[in-house]
Every structure is written in C-alpha cells, then in structure tokens.
C-alpha cells in the first residue's frame, strides 16, 4: 500500500471541491472519496488502486431514507447495505432490493459497505486484481489476460477485445430492474442519470467505467414509486452458499394479471460488463401467458446474444436457468 | 477420575480466545528489518542478467553468492536438489531468485529488481513429463493368473486437482541473529527440519535455534515450506547483521508454496461374478512439480494406500511421481493418499455396477479382515476394523432402504470404506528415532517434545497421557514451547504420528518416572531432590518388517479406518452439488480427547467436501492464476452438511492407551462419497472438484 493523505469532509462542496482537483473521476484518479472502504482500501492493499489523497465522505448526512414527493424512495449515498436491506419500506415494496443486498458479502462488510460504494464497486477479474498480470481495466493498453485465460466467472454480454470483466454488484442489478435513479452533483450542479446510463460498456476504454467527472459524489439513488400488484424478487447462483459473488443472477420485477404478465422489468448480474437489462424478454414477456413455455422461451431469448469466452460456455445455459427460474419463483411457479 | 477419554480444557484454549497467543506477525523485535523475495516470473529457462532499478542505500540485498563457504545453497530433506536461491536454471514460476531487506516495507516493496531471463519451453503436463523424480512398483501373487480367474474386468481412470491449504495464517518466520548463528521463530509444523536446511545452508557447524511461535494451522503446508523461508531470512539476517521478519500475503503464499498432488490413477480390476476381487493392476501418477521434495513418500503413501481396504491376491500397484515445471507440490493432510483412496472408492462403485450389486454388498465381500494381509503383505491383527465400521455406517444411515427411497428424486446417497497408516511408512519410524522428555517442576511436570501445536490439540491430548500415567491432575503438567535448544527431537508433527508414536514415548517417560517418584508427588518430589529430567526414545515394536526395495511388509503399524456416507441434492437448474448429511464413522483405537477427535473428523471431512466439489486451483503457465481467497473457493459452513460423527474404539496394542493416528483420515473419505453419491443419481464422474459445469457435461450422459 502507499502513502495517501486522508482529508476528512465537512460539507458536500467542500469534498467537491477537492475531488475537482483531479483530472479523472474514474478509477486510477489521485484524488478518491472513500465511503465503507471496503473495496478501495482493500484495492489499495493490493496496490491495484494508488490514490495519493482520500477524502472521507462519511460525515456528510447522506445517510437517510426518505420517502419522495411522488411516493418513491430516496436513498442517501452513505445509507449502509444493511440499514437499507433491512428498511421495511424496502422490505415490503422492494424485496427484490432487499433480498439482491442480503445475499451479497457477509453481514459484517454489509454493516459498513454503502449504497454510493455498492453501486462503484469493482469487478473481482483475477487479472485486474493481480498486478502481475497485464489487464487494460487497471492498466490501460497493457493487455487483457482474461482472453484467453482463467474467465470462468467472466461476461458473456457486452465484453469488447479489450475486457471481458463482469460488474460484480448485486444490488446494482436490482436497481436495474426497478429504474431507479443516480443523483450526482458536481462543480457544475446536481446531474440525475437513469440507472441503465450510468455504466459505461468498456469498448475500448475499459477503465472508464460510469459517467462520473472530477468532482461528482453520488449524493442519493431515487426509487420509483412502487407499483401496486408487482412481485420482486431476486435470485443468485454462485460456487457456493455464502460470501460468493455470482456467476449468474436475476432480479424480476413482474405484474400479472388475468395469467397474462402485464408488466415486467428484467436485470441480471454476474454475466455482463455492467448491470445488464433484458429488454428483449420484458418485451416478449409482456402480454404472453404465464407457462412454463413462455418462461423458457422468453428466458432463452433474453441470452441471445450471449458471447461466451474459452471457459464459461457453460454460463449461458446457467443464466438462462436463472432467469427462468426467478420468473417462477416472482410468478408463484415455484416457491424455492 | 481419569483424565484420558475427557475432554479437558485445551491448553491453549485461553491465550487463544483472548488474543495473547503471539504469532510470528505479532513479534517485534529491535532495529528488526523486512524482508522480501524476488521471484522468477517465468516457468522455464535461465536467469541471465538482474538488475537493481532503485537506490539502494538503506537495502540488504543477498543473492546466491551469499551463501556462506561452509554452506551449500540446497533444501535439504530427502535428496538435494532445490536451491534456495536461483543459481541460473529456473525451473518454475515463483522460484527465489534474490532476497531484499530493509527497515521501511512501502520501500522494500516499491524497490524494482529487473531479471532478463532465456525462456525455455516449459512441461506442465505430468504424462508428457519424462523426467520421473521416483518411480516404485508393488507386487503381490501374479496379475495374469488373477485377471484368468476373473469373469468380468472393469477399467477407469480417476483425475484429482491441485489443493490448497488454507491455513488461516499465512507462512511467516523472523531470523534473529545469534551467538554467531542464527535463532528462528516461525510458524512451523517441524521445527528440526528447519535446523536440518539451515545446518545444510550454513554449514554443520553453525550454532542454529527454532522456536516455534503459535501456529494457526498448517495441513502439512508447513512441513517443507518453512526450511525456505527460514533459509531466506537467515541469509538477510546474517548479512545486515539484524533480526529480519518474511511474513507472506496470502497470494505470495498461494503462488509460491507448496499445494497437494493432482493425480491420475488408472484401474483395471478382475473380479469374479460373486464379486471376489481377484486381480487389481493400478497405475498411480503424481505430478510432483519442479523439484523432488517430499514427492517420494507421498508417492510412496498413495501407493500403499491405493488398493484400498481390500483383499486381494494378485495385485500390481505401479506409481511415478513426474517433474512439471509447476512449484513443487509437497504434504497435504492424507499425504497422497486421499487421491488414490478417491480413485479406488470410486473404482469400488463402478465394479458394483458392473455386476449388478450394491455399493456394501461389493465392499462386504471383500474388505480386509484380521489374518487377511495387504497389498505389500503385511498381515492383519486384531486392530482391522474395516468390516466394523462398513456395518455402523451402513446401519447408521439406513443405507440401503434410503438408497432405495430415493431412486428417481434429486438426491442421492454413496459411501466411501477407507483406512490410513499411523505413523512414518516401514522402517521410518525406527530411523527416525524420536524422543521426549518430562522435566519436573515445582508443581508438577513439564513436557519437552518437538511436536508443535497447530491448533489440532498437540498439547493438550499429550498432557491428558502424562496426567493419567502419572495420576497427577491435567493442571499440573505444562508443555514447553518447542525450541531445538531445549526439547529432544520427537520427528515432525506429520503422517497422524503425534499422539500414536510421541504420545508413546511421553507415556513411557512418565511410566518411568512414576516409578521413580514412589509415593511422592512430582513437586514434593522435586522439593526433596531437585531438578530431574527422563529422556526416552521410540520403540517401534519388533514385528515389524519391512523392505524398501520391494515395498513388501509391515507398512504401517496399525491403520486407522473409517466409512463416510454423504447423501447430496442436485439442483436440476444449476448443476450444483449440495451435500446434505454426512456420517462419519471412524475408529481411531482411542480417542485422548473426544471433542479434539470429532474436531479433526469435522475439519478434515469439511475440508475433503471442499476438494470434492468446489476447491479449484486454476493452474496457468505455471502458475495459480487464481491466488486469492476471492477466486478460490473453500466451502463455508452454509457449503458443509451437517454432520454425525461416529467414534469406534478398537485399541492398537501399542499406543497410548489404544490410540491410533488420527488426523489424516478423515480427509480421505469425503471426495469419493460425494462422486459415488452422483453415480446414484446417474451422474457419472471420474474427477473432482465436482464443478457445476462438470456435472452438467456429466449430466448429458444421464
Ligand atoms: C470479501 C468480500 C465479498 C463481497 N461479496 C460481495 C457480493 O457477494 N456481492 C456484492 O454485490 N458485493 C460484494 N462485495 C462488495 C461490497 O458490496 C462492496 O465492497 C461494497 O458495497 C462497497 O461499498 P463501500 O462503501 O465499502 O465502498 P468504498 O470502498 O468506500 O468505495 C468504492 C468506490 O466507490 C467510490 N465512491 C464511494 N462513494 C462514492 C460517492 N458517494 N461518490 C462517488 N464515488 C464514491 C470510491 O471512491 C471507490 O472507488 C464483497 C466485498 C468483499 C470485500
């Protein structure tokens, strides 16, 4: 680890102020905020993050959940894993929320690890943690060993020739699917960003990996309101039972009605380059009967386009499972 | 009240839970440096150039040229071939090339040593490999009149992966310069074989000392490994003329030290319609990685091991250990045989299918008995429990009516019968030529043995044996921190020795000097005539034969034997492998301390559930590609079924009130169980970890 200074902030502007001073927001830059720590400081152990100065956001009050005007949730950027799992207006309209949190790391991380930080945290690619190993994510234009390497647990959707690794949140998939809302704010003012636009694809600059500028903290995530007759749920398959990340995931948010879905909004996590939104399957879904038939098919073409690597073939037919199956489990087709 | 058979509170129980117990990370000492080793990047080749980009004021920097004139730069253990340090062949990733100190670690580790090496094409295939590191041959009765008699042959091949260790504490050592020598503290399974390397390093007469700090855990990863890391800080040690502490991180010690063999075990087995076992031909192949260490014994103990608790008359068991440009794999907890107990169980299971009976029916026919002998001849006693522990097992768990029961659902249920060897292989033990010795204190005894405590219970089960010898309470006996200037050398704490063979021999000791004290206490003793220490050596007992040339004979002086039964769930979306119940039955002669006993069954069945279904080391150009605990799995507690452990007592006439070893047994079972428990279910495996994505290819065949 090297040295870094450590400012502590008092005020929004003031950690603004000094994160502007950077010449990148992303991932490398000198200047970082630091929330729970749990992914940087842990990056910055294995020397594969190297911020020269650390500015800690904690002390901000931006620890609250709120309800919005519109009948919506506001969540505060510092709010922990744990408190917003266990929220019970999460509990109750947005188990899918709860039940993506819950099944991520260990109660213990999850009791410092924060909503801002969930939603940056970052991909577990043995290569990009490793800095022996040449990967354009932490190094960009040295490389990606994953092509053609140990990628088992890498993406199948969205990866480009110079990375292939996958966004490892959970919760971030569950925001997908409930289109929730970022709210940043920067020199320039407050920015919101729809979920879906705030990750980047890697394309050829990997290490660009969200729409953040020197200077931005997320301050909050918006929540729609929730619908009424919708069931959300989350399910995660993974090497094994506890404190693992996914090698396949789905968060479900449907409506039936009449045995027709009538409303459906689908993400899956552990096989994309970031939180993936299945938009094909929603639609094909929407207005087609509740059967196992349409289940499978909607789910089989929801990995179309699926670009399996050397080693993790095998993930497609997982994730198809997957997304099947949480379907019968939101639709009442299976109870576990 | 007796004190053997309970379980008394661990000695080091206390320090433990409260934090006092001081590992090597927690000691500090003086003007001490850190220390850091430059390893070769390449799997193959010659180093032809280093060089040193970085000032260099503040550095100790030490190279093969530094190696004291008395001194030869080799490990010393069974033969002499690996370096400590490079001397221009690289023979593997992660091979020491220099070494670094220096007072400031960000510095130390900033400081950039640039090798330009000559690449050659390296081996990572140990069936390509032409370079055997041993090679041994078993033969009993004649294979060709055996497979005539046969009327139905059944073949297989079984693979198993590289394994890690785990040990919560990474390996860690401080090298204190002393009296003209050196002093080590460390984490450390065998202290004496630190003083061997390092007598070998430094020359025969240099003064040497280890002391071995608190030990969380070693499985045998720290048998062989710490003779490096020792030699490593000695050498900066003595040139800065200060203490020098190498402690790794845990994908230092991943990548660089040693992992349990991937094996590849071929059977072709002739067994008649009754299911008599009438020839096994077994071809055993190690892949030891690229240096000899301990690959000899534990291809030697795989062997023996790999046809199984059976009886047979004509057996040919042919094994080779073959050099890969890999770091050398070295012991791990079952030492070799886990492997080829995995391919034989699983072998077990194939054959029953072949003629149409049941797992037991097929095991029933043919598991060794008391007069029965073994692959290498040696003849069974009264202390063979095959049979008595297939039979609780089987009625424990209801086997057969469940193997029934849950014909055409998502679960399946399978077994494994094993049995492992206590203590050192043949005449090992006689060579080894262990001691211990008992002190008396001012209020009671002190044990002084080389065997360490590595949290398995060391000091505590051979404090129980003294106690009870001696009918003076558990409280009154303390155990000395091992350190080669004060404790005789009891052999390495390996191979299930410690409370079977050091036990003995504490139990003599006290026997003695039970003898000796009369009517008095130890401390009334002590007061009325002072100090007093009985010093006693091994007695193997005098049966035992055994010829290295043809590995024929006693083998071993009693086995431990054991039967686990695993019923597993597939989950018919994910392929995933869920064991749901595992029973153990193991008999062990006598457990000292019940807890302790079950303790090492749960751990080593927990960590032999890990090697069956997630454990997978990514192995890539030479290399663990996956050294983290991030990327590589070991099973939580939610991933290990719950267990019911069984203890059977049958006692070994020569050990410690009836005990036999223990602590590597129940590693050998779980793996095969779990894949004969898919074969109910019709999934048909030869190789572990049993991956989702292995079943699943698997699962086409159903
Ligand atoms: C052993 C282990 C297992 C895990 N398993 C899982 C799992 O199964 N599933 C899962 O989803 N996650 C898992 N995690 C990841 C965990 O969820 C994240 O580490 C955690 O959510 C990050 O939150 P944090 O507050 O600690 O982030 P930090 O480490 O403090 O920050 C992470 C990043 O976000 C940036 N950042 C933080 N807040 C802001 C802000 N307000 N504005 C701008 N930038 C900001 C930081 O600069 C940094 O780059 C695991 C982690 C560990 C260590």
């Not at chain 1, 930080?117 to 800095?131: A, P």
């Amino acid at each position: 680890m090297e040295r870094f200074q450590y400012t502590r902030a008092r005020t929004v502007p003031e950690a603004i102020g000094i994160a502007a001073q950077s010449t990148t927001a992303q991932q490398s830059a000198p200047i970082r905020f630091v929330a729970g720590g749990t992914t940087l400081v842990d990056l910055m152990k294995l020397d594969v993050e190297r911020p020269t100065r650390l500015v800690d956001i904690n002390h901000l009050g931006l620890n609250a959940i709120e309800r919005t005007a519109d009948g919506g949730l506001k969540v505060g950027a510092l709010v922990r894993n744990s408190a917003l799992a266990q929220d019970p207006a999460v509990m109750r309209d947005y188990r899918v929320l709860s039940e993506a949190l819950l099944s991520g790391a260990s109660a213990q991380l999850r009791n410092v690890a924060t909503t801002s930080g969930n939603l940056l945290q970052r991909t577990r690619c043995m290569y990009f943690r490793n800095t022996a190993m040449a990967c354009n994510k932490r190094e960009p234009g040295s490389g990606c060993s994953a092509i053609g390497g140990e990628n088992r647990t890498l993406a199948i959707l969205g990866t480009s020739s110079q990375c292939i690794a996958t966004n490892p949140s959970d919760m971030n998939v569950a925001l997908a699917a409930l289109e929730a809302t970022v709210h940043l704010q920067g020199t320039k003012g407050t920015r919101a960003i729809a979920f879906q636009d705030f990750h980047l694809l890697p394309g050829d600059t990997p290490n660009r990996e969200t729409v953040l500028e020197p200077g931005d903290l997320v301050t909050h995530v918006t929540l729609p309101p929730p619908r009424s007759g919708t069931t959300s749920r989350y399910l995660k398959l993974r090497d094994r039972a506890s404190y693992e990340f996914a090698l396949a995931s789905a968060a479900v948010v449907v409506e039936v009605a009449g045995g027709r879905f009538r409303y459906v909004r689908l993400a899956m996590g552990g096989i994309g380059t970031k939180p993936w939104r299945m938009t094909a399957a929603e639609q094909a879904l929407t207005g087609a009967p509740v059967d196992e038939a349409t289940i499978r098919q909607a789910a089989t073409l929801a990995l179309r386009d699926a670009r399996p690597q050397s080693q993790n073939g095998f993930k497609v037919e997982l994730a198809t499972r997957c997304l099947a199956h949480a379907l019968r489990l939101a639709t009442g087709m299976a109870s576990v | 009240m007796s004190v053997v058979g309970t379980s008394v509170a661990r000695k080091d129980g206390i320090g433990k839970a409260t934090g006092a117990a001081k590992y090597a990370d927690d000691l500090s000492i003086p003007g001490m440096l850190f220390g850091r080793t430059v390893r070769s990047t390449i799997p193959c080749g010659r180093v032809k150039r280093i060089r040193y980009d970085f000032d260099t004021t503040g550095f100790t920097i030490v190279d093969r040229r530094d190696i004291p004139l008395d001194g030869r730069n080799v490990v010393a253990l069974i033969e002499d071939d690996q370096p400590f340090l490079v001397e221009r062949d690289v023979r593997h990733v992660a091979e020491p090339i220099v070494l670094l100190a220096h007072a400031d670690r960000e510095k130390l580790l900033a400081a950039d040593v640039i090798i330009e090496y000559e690449v050659e094409p390296p081996v990572f295939d140990p069936e390509a490999s032409t370079e055997s590191l041993k090679t041994l041959t078993i033969d009993k009765g004649h294979l060709d009149a055996g497979f005539a008699q046969a009327d139905v042959i059944v073949e297989g091949t079984y693979r198993t992966g590289h394994q890690e260790h785990v040990y919560i504490e990474p390996n860690g050592v401080i090298a204190v310069p002393e009296d003209g020598g050196i002093a080590i503290f460390g984490s450390i399974q065998c202290p004496f074989y630190v003083v061997k390397a390092l007598k070998s390093l430094l020359g025969p007469k240099a003064h040497v000392r280890v002391v071995q700090t608190e030990t969380g855990g070693g499985f045998g990863g720290k048998e062989e490994y710490p003779s490096m890391i020792a030699g490593h800080a000695t050498l900066l040690a003595l040139k800065a003329g200060l203490p020098v502490k190498i402690v790794y991180d845990r994908t230092e010690d991943m990548i660089a030290t040693t992992k349990r063999h991937p094996s590849i075990v071929r059977h072709r087995t002739g067994v008649k319609r009754d299911g008599t076992l009438v020839a096994m031909d077994v071809e055993v192949i190690l892949d030891g990685g690229a240096y000899i260490t301990l690959s000899p014994v534990v291809l030697s103990r795989g062997c023996i091991h790999a046809a199984g608790p059976y009886r047979c008359d004509n057996v040919r068991i042919r094994g080779r250990a073959m050099l890969t440009n890999t770091p050398p794999n070295g012991a791990f907890r079952g030492f070799g045989a886990p492997q080829t107990i995995f391919a034989i169980e699983a072998h077990m299971d194939r054959i029953a299918e072949a003629l149409g009976v049941d797992p037991v029916t097929i095991r029933e026919r043919n598991a060794l008995v008391p007069g029965d002998t073994t692959a290498t001849g040696q003849r069974l006693t009264a202390d063979c429990s095959a049979l008595p522990v297939l039979r609780e097992a089987v009625e424990r768990t209801d086997f057969r009516r469940k193997r029934e029961a849950l014909r055409g659902t998502n679960r399946g249920i399978g077994l494994s019968l094993f049995y492992h060897g206590s203590g050192f292989t043949g005449s090992g033990e006689l060579r080894l030529a262990s001691k211990a010795a008992l002190e008396l204190t001012d209020h009671g005894v002190r044990i002084l043995v080389s065997s360490t405590e590595i949290g398995q219970g060391t000091r505590t089960m051979h404090a129980q044996i003294v106690a009870e010898t001696l009918g003076i309470p558990y409280e009154d006996v303390d155990v000395a921190q091992p350190d080669t200037t004060l404790v005789p050398d009891s052999g390495p704490t390996v191979a299930s020795r410690t409370c079977m063979v050091v036990g003995r021999i504490l139990q003599r000791c006290a026997e003695d000097l039970k003898r000796r004290l009369g009517d008095l206490t130890p401390a009334e003793y002590y007061r009325a005539h002072g100090p007093f220490t009985i010093v006693r050596e091994h007695e193997p007992p005098g049966w035992i034969q055994w010829d290295d040339e043809t590995y024929t004979g006693d083998a071993y002086a009693t086995y431990a034997w054991g039967c686990d039964v695993v019923e597993v769930e597939l989950d018919a979306d994910t392929c995933e492998v869920r064991p749901l119940h595992l029973t153990a039955v193991q008999e062990v002669g006598k457990a000292i301390h019940p807890a302790l006993a079950r303790g090492q069954i749960e751990g080593g069945s927990a960590q032999g559930i890990g090697y069956a279904i997630v454990e997978h080391v990514a192995m890539r150009d030479g290399v663990m590609a996956n050294a983290s605990l991030t990327n590589y799995t070991i099973p939580t507690t939610l991933d290990t079924p719950a267990m019911d452990i069984v203890l059977l007592e049958n006692p070994y006439e020569d050990g410690p009130f009836g005990a036999k070893g223990l602590g590597e047994l129940p590693m050998d079972g779980p793996a095969p169980a779990v894949i004969n428990a898919l074969r109910h279910l019709g999934v048909d495996l030869s190789e572990i970890p049993a991956t989702p994505e292995r079943v699943m290819s698997a699962c086409g065949s159903r």
